[in-house]
């Protein structure tokens, strides 16, 4: 009898550790196939462990595959994540990292594992965690890919001994996609000091930007001048009217062109243009006040009907962002018939 009940005994001491060492592993596929989808903006949280038993890549290391939504060529994903510190003697730093791959199957994402570097660092490609704990790591997709687009959260698993297995818990939330934006300005040596300076704004595909994205432009020159001026894309160009100050003109003053990160696209900033800032023209006689009001009143009015052009055709937060604009540019359009009625 004793016998017997030694022998269940073991059964179910076995069977506990098989359950125990199958439970250690948690969150995430143990190939692409396998990858839940994450969620934008969800947060998750997983498990991995040291076992050599339960390794998944070469016997030594354990993989946990996520899938991210379909991504653009350089997209941005912010993936907000926190793990904890190795507790074992002898051990430092953190013993989770993470890697992004794109364009893997259940075939291929061992070798394309295997190919990084075998090193984890804080500014990737193999990212590690700070003395924090947690990373607001940034990345961007390489290529335009709809289904195969992959986080893998990894450990070492090579240990065999029972008193040395340990688990590593990890969290992580994937921020909201940043698309790629370019701004470039267009090459000039002279700016007129009441000119205007044009730039050209395009997605990653190359196409133009929305119409109405908001533009700055920051001008310096010599002797500690700057000045600031806002505008909004428009097919694509953003254009700037200038007022520059007598103290600008006459020298070289900087040009830079910027659109700050928001929920929709990345931070886009343009080469600096140098250019020589020209004294303002002579007014010919027939730009009068009247004059300069009707031109000033057929180019906002030309704006007006351009936005509500693309309004009647876009959807969504597009649509509510050009209402927003057009309610803007009304205003300046009653405010210039006002000029001309005063003017003429």
Not at 63 to 81: C, E, G, K, M, N
Request: net charge positive.
């Amino acid at each position: 009898m004793r016998r017997v009940i030694a022998v269940m005994v073991a059964s179910l001491l076995a069977l506990l550790t098989i359950v125990s060492g199958a439970s250690a592993f948690e969150g995430g596929g143990r190939k692409p196939s396998e990858a839940p989808l994450v969620a934008i903006g969800t947060h998750y949280t997983g498990q991995l462990n040291n076992h050599q038993s339960d390794a998944n890549y070469s016997g030594y290391k354990e993989v946990a595959i996520w899938r991210l939504p379909p991504l653009t060529t350089r997209d941005i994903i912010t993936v907000d994540w926190h793990s904890v510190p190795f507790t074992r003697s002898g051990y430092g730093g953190f013993p989770v990292c993470m890697i992004f791959a794109q364009g893997i199957d259940d075939y291929s994402w061992g070798s394309v594992f295997g190919s990084a570097p075998n090193y984890c660092d804080e500014h990737g490609p193999v990212y590690s965690l700070s003395g924090s704990g947690s990373a607001q790591t940034a990345i961007t997709a390489q290529e335009t890919n709809s289904t195969s687009s992959y986080l893998e959260f990894f450990s070492r698993a090579e240990e065999e001994s029972p008193t040395s297995l340990e688990t590593y818990p990890y969290d992580f939330t994937v921020e909201p996609i940043r698309h790629y934006l370019g701004v470039a300005i267009r090459a000039v040596k002279r700016v007129s000091a009441t000119g205007t300076l044009t730039a050209t704004a395009t997605l990653a595909s190359g196409s133009p930007v929305p119409d109405g994205l908001a533009f700055s432009l920051a001008v310096t020159w010599p002797g500690g001048g700057s000045a600031g001026y806002s505008a909004t894309s428009a097919g694509g160009a953003v254009s700037f009217p200038l007022a520059l100050p007598e103290t600008a003109q006459g020298k070289d003053a900087t040009f830079v062109v910027s659109h700050p990160a928001d929920s929709q696209y990345g931070e886009a900033v343009s080469e600096k243009l140098v250019a020589l800032v020209a004294k303002p023209k002579p007014v010919p006689a027939s730009q009068s006040a009247c004059a300069r009001a009707n031109k000033h009143l057929r180019a906002v009015g030309r704006q007006y009907s351009r936005l509500r052009r693309h309004a009647s055709q876009a959807h969504g937060l597009a649509r509510r962002r050009l209402h927003r604009r057009i309610v803007r540019v009304k205003r300046q359009l009653r405010a210039a018939r006002a000029q001309v009625g005063a003017d003429c």
